[in-house]
T-cell receptor, first 112, second 115 residues
Framework: DVKVTQSSRYLVKRTGEKVFLECVQD?????MFWYRQDPGLGLRLIYFSYDVKMKEKGDIPEGYSVSREKKERFSLILESASTNQTSMYLC???????????FGSGTQLSVL | AQTVTQSQPEMSVQEAETVTLSCTYDTSENNYYLFWYKQPPSRQMILVIR??????QNATENRFSVNFQKAAKSFSLKISDSQLGDTAMYFC????????????FGQGTRLTINP
Protein backbone atom coordinates (compact mmCIF):
# COMPACT_ATOMS: atom_id res chain seq x y z
CA ASP A 1 0.00 0.00 0.00
CA VAL A 2 1.05 3.50 -0.81
CA LYS A 3 2.26 5.58 2.11
CA VAL A 4 2.90 9.21 2.97
CA THR A 5 4.21 9.53 6.50
CA GLN A 6 4.40 12.71 8.52
CA SER A 7 6.76 12.43 11.44
CA SER A 8 4.49 13.84 14.15
CA ARG A 9 0.74 13.97 14.66
CA TYR A 10 0.94 16.66 17.33
CA LEU A 11 3.75 19.09 18.06
CA VAL A 12 4.11 21.89 20.61
CA LYS A 13 6.90 24.43 20.18
CA ARG A 14 7.94 27.76 21.67
CA THR A 15 8.04 31.07 19.83
CA GLY A 16 11.40 31.54 18.15
CA GLU A 17 12.25 27.84 17.93
CA LYS A 18 13.36 26.28 14.68
CA VAL A 19 10.85 23.62 13.69
CA PHE A 20 11.25 20.76 11.23
CA LEU A 21 8.23 18.94 9.82
CA GLU A 22 9.15 15.81 7.93
CA CYS A 23 7.25 14.05 5.18
CA VAL A 24 8.32 10.75 3.63
CA GLN A 25 6.73 8.91 0.72
CA ASP A 26 7.54 5.42 -0.45
CA UNK A 27 6.26 5.66 -4.02
CA UNK A 28 9.13 7.31 -5.89
CA UNK A 29 6.94 10.32 -6.69
CA UNK A 30 8.55 13.44 -8.07
CA UNK A 31 5.95 15.95 -6.90
CA MET A 32 5.43 16.72 -3.23
CA PHE A 33 3.48 19.49 -1.51
CA TRP A 34 3.18 21.20 1.87
CA TYR A 35 -0.07 22.87 2.94
CA ARG A 36 -1.40 24.50 6.04
CA GLN A 37 -5.05 24.09 6.88
CA ASP A 38 -6.93 26.72 8.86
CA PRO A 39 -10.70 26.97 9.46
CA GLY A 40 -12.43 28.98 6.76
CA LEU A 41 -9.26 29.23 4.66
CA GLY A 42 -9.03 25.69 3.36
CA LEU A 43 -5.69 24.23 2.37
CA ARG A 44 -3.17 26.86 1.40
CA LEU A 45 -0.06 25.84 -0.50
CA ILE A 46 3.20 26.77 1.21
CA TYR A 47 5.79 25.15 -1.05
CA PHE A 48 5.97 22.35 -3.56
CA SER A 49 8.77 20.38 -5.14
CA TYR A 50 8.87 18.62 -8.50
CA ASP A 51 12.25 16.91 -8.11
CA VAL A 52 15.20 16.52 -5.80
CA LYS A 53 16.63 19.92 -4.82
CA MET A 54 13.89 21.65 -6.85
CA LYS A 55 11.31 23.77 -5.09
CA GLU A 56 8.68 26.33 -5.92
CA LYS A 57 6.95 28.83 -3.69
CA GLY A 58 3.28 28.34 -3.16
CA ASP A 59 0.78 30.98 -2.12
CA ILE A 60 2.02 31.58 1.44
CA PRO A 61 5.77 30.85 1.64
CA GLU A 62 6.67 33.65 4.05
CA GLY A 63 8.20 32.36 7.25
CA TYR A 64 8.83 28.90 5.80
CA SER A 65 11.52 27.11 3.86
CA VAL A 66 11.80 23.58 2.50
CA SER A 67 14.40 20.95 1.79
CA ARG A 68 14.34 18.08 -0.70
CA GLU A 69 17.70 16.36 -0.54
CA LYS A 70 16.28 12.93 -1.38
CA LYS A 71 13.32 12.08 -3.55
CA GLU A 72 11.37 10.40 -0.78
CA ARG A 73 11.68 13.16 1.81
CA PHE A 74 10.28 16.69 1.75
CA SER A 75 10.90 18.76 4.85
CA LEU A 76 9.15 21.95 5.89
CA ILE A 77 11.18 24.30 8.08
CA LEU A 78 9.94 27.10 10.28
CA GLU A 79 13.10 29.14 10.82
CA SER A 80 11.74 31.02 13.84
CA ALA A 81 8.31 29.78 14.85
CA SER A 82 5.65 32.36 15.60
CA THR A 83 2.20 32.01 17.14
CA ASN A 84 0.51 32.73 13.81
CA GLN A 85 2.07 29.55 12.47
CA THR A 86 -0.09 27.48 14.79
CA SER A 87 -1.98 25.33 12.32
CA MET A 88 -2.53 21.90 10.83
CA TYR A 89 0.14 21.02 8.28
CA LEU A 90 -0.57 18.50 5.53
CA CYS A 91 1.90 16.88 3.18
CA UNK A 92 0.89 15.36 -0.16
CA UNK A 93 2.60 13.39 -2.87
CA UNK A 94 1.52 13.16 -6.50
CA UNK A 95 1.68 10.22 -8.84
CA UNK A 96 2.31 12.21 -12.02
CA UNK A 97 1.45 9.28 -14.24
CA UNK A 98 -2.23 9.28 -13.36
CA UNK A 99 -2.51 12.44 -11.26
CA UNK A 100 -3.38 10.55 -8.10
CA UNK A 101 -2.70 12.27 -4.83
CA UNK A 102 -1.66 10.72 -1.57
CA PHE A 103 -1.84 12.57 1.74
CA GLY A 104 -0.16 12.26 5.08
CA SER A 105 -2.29 12.25 8.20
CA GLY A 106 -1.32 15.81 9.14
CA THR A 107 0.66 17.48 11.92
CA GLN A 108 -1.16 19.76 14.35
CA LEU A 109 1.45 22.33 15.35
CA SER A 110 0.93 24.63 18.30
CA VAL A 111 3.37 27.50 18.80
CA LEU A 112 3.19 28.98 22.29
CA ALA B 1 -2.44 32.25 -11.19
CA GLN B 2 -4.83 29.42 -10.51
CA THR B 3 -7.50 29.89 -7.87
CA VAL B 4 -10.30 27.69 -6.60
CA THR B 5 -13.36 29.13 -4.89
CA GLN B 6 -15.97 27.34 -2.81
CA SER B 7 -18.63 29.85 -1.92
CA GLN B 8 -20.55 27.73 0.60
CA PRO B 9 -18.71 27.53 3.93
CA GLU B 10 -21.38 25.27 5.46
CA MET B 11 -24.30 23.19 4.28
CA SER B 12 -26.76 20.98 6.07
CA VAL B 13 -29.34 18.52 4.70
CA GLN B 14 -31.48 15.67 5.91
CA GLU B 15 -30.44 12.09 5.40
CA ALA B 16 -31.49 10.67 1.99
CA GLU B 17 -31.73 14.13 0.43
CA THR B 18 -29.66 15.30 -2.50
CA VAL B 19 -27.13 18.06 -1.99
CA THR B 20 -24.95 20.02 -4.41
CA LEU B 21 -21.65 21.64 -3.45
CA SER B 22 -20.35 24.46 -5.64
CA CYS B 23 -16.84 25.07 -6.91
CA THR B 24 -15.49 27.56 -9.40
CA TYR B 25 -11.92 27.96 -10.55
CA ASP B 26 -9.81 30.29 -12.57
CA THR B 27 -7.01 29.22 -14.89
CA SER B 28 -5.51 29.92 -18.29
CA GLU B 29 -4.58 26.25 -18.68
CA ASN B 30 -6.46 24.08 -21.14
CA ASN B 31 -5.54 20.68 -19.75
CA TYR B 32 -5.97 19.94 -16.08
CA TYR B 33 -7.60 17.74 -13.49
CA LEU B 34 -10.27 18.66 -10.98
CA PHE B 35 -10.93 16.78 -7.77
CA TRP B 36 -13.33 16.60 -4.90
CA TYR B 37 -11.84 15.44 -1.62
CA LYS B 38 -13.61 14.53 1.60
CA GLN B 39 -12.00 15.12 4.99
CA PRO B 40 -13.78 13.44 7.92
CA PRO B 41 -12.86 14.21 11.55
CA SER B 42 -9.97 11.74 11.28
CA ARG B 43 -8.33 14.40 9.02
CA GLN B 44 -7.43 11.84 6.39
CA MET B 45 -8.14 13.17 2.90
CA ILE B 46 -10.25 10.81 0.83
CA LEU B 47 -10.68 11.16 -2.93
CA VAL B 48 -14.36 11.37 -3.81
CA ILE B 49 -14.24 11.94 -7.55
CA ARG B 50 -11.91 13.16 -10.29
CA UNK B 51 -12.51 14.83 -13.64
CA UNK B 52 -10.12 15.28 -16.55
CA UNK B 53 -10.76 18.60 -18.27
CA UNK B 54 -10.43 17.12 -21.75
CA UNK B 55 -13.30 14.72 -21.10
CA UNK B 56 -16.71 16.19 -21.77
CA GLN B 57 -18.56 13.45 -19.93
CA ASN B 58 -19.21 14.20 -16.29
CA ALA B 59 -17.54 11.81 -13.85
CA THR B 60 -19.71 9.59 -11.63
CA GLU B 61 -18.84 7.42 -8.66
CA ASN B 62 -21.85 5.64 -7.19
CA ARG B 63 -23.88 8.33 -5.34
CA PHE B 64 -21.42 11.07 -6.29
CA SER B 65 -21.48 12.91 -9.58
CA VAL B 66 -20.13 16.17 -10.92
CA ASN B 67 -21.44 18.88 -13.19
CA PHE B 68 -18.38 20.05 -15.07
CA GLN B 69 -18.85 23.21 -17.11
CA LYS B 70 -15.47 23.98 -18.65
CA ALA B 71 -16.44 27.26 -20.31
CA ALA B 72 -17.93 28.56 -17.09
CA LYS B 73 -15.04 27.08 -15.04
CA SER B 74 -17.49 25.43 -12.73
CA PHE B 75 -17.20 22.02 -11.07
CA SER B 76 -20.04 21.18 -8.68
CA LEU B 77 -20.45 17.96 -6.72
CA LYS B 78 -23.82 16.28 -6.33
CA ILE B 79 -24.37 13.77 -3.56
CA SER B 80 -27.52 11.70 -4.01
CA ASP B 81 -29.28 9.78 -1.25
CA SER B 82 -27.03 11.40 1.34
CA GLN B 83 -25.90 9.31 4.29
CA LEU B 84 -24.75 10.17 7.80
CA GLY B 85 -21.25 9.03 6.83
CA ASP B 86 -21.10 11.78 4.23
CA THR B 87 -20.74 14.34 7.01
CA ALA B 88 -17.29 15.90 6.47
CA MET B 89 -15.36 18.82 5.02
CA TYR B 90 -15.32 18.75 1.25
CA PHE B 91 -12.56 20.35 -0.77
CA CYS B 92 -12.43 21.11 -4.45
CA UNK B 93 -8.95 21.04 -6.02
CA UNK B 94 -7.25 21.80 -9.33
CA UNK B 95 -3.97 20.72 -10.89
CA UNK B 96 -2.61 21.48 -14.37
CA UNK B 97 -1.29 18.60 -16.39
CA UNK B 98 1.62 20.52 -17.92
CA UNK B 99 4.33 22.69 -16.44
CA UNK B 100 4.74 23.33 -12.74
CA UNK B 101 2.06 21.13 -11.27
CA UNK B 102 0.79 23.40 -8.55
CA UNK B 103 -2.06 21.71 -6.75
CA UNK B 104 -4.55 24.29 -5.48
CA PHE B 105 -7.47 23.76 -3.11
CA GLY B 106 -10.61 25.72 -2.34
CA GLN B 107 -11.62 26.94 1.10
CA GLY B 108 -13.78 23.92 1.80
CA THR B 109 -17.46 23.30 2.55
CA ARG B 110 -18.50 21.76 5.84
CA LEU B 111 -21.36 19.37 5.06
CA THR B 112 -23.59 18.00 7.79
CA ILE B 113 -26.08 15.22 7.13
CA ASN B 114 -28.83 15.22 9.76
CA PRO B 115 -30.73 12.06 10.77
Amino acid sequence: DVKVTQSSRYLVKRTGEKVFLECVQDMDHENMFWYRQDPGLGLRLIYFSYDVKMKEKGDIPEGYSVSREKKERFSLILESASTNQTSMYLCASLDGGNEKLFFGSGTQLSVL
Amino acid sequence: AQTVTQSQPEMSVQEAETVTLSCTYDTSENNYYLFWYKQPPSRQMILVIRQEAYKQQNATENRFSVNFQKAAKSFSLKISDSQLGDTAMYFCAFIPIQGAQKLVFGQGTRLTINP
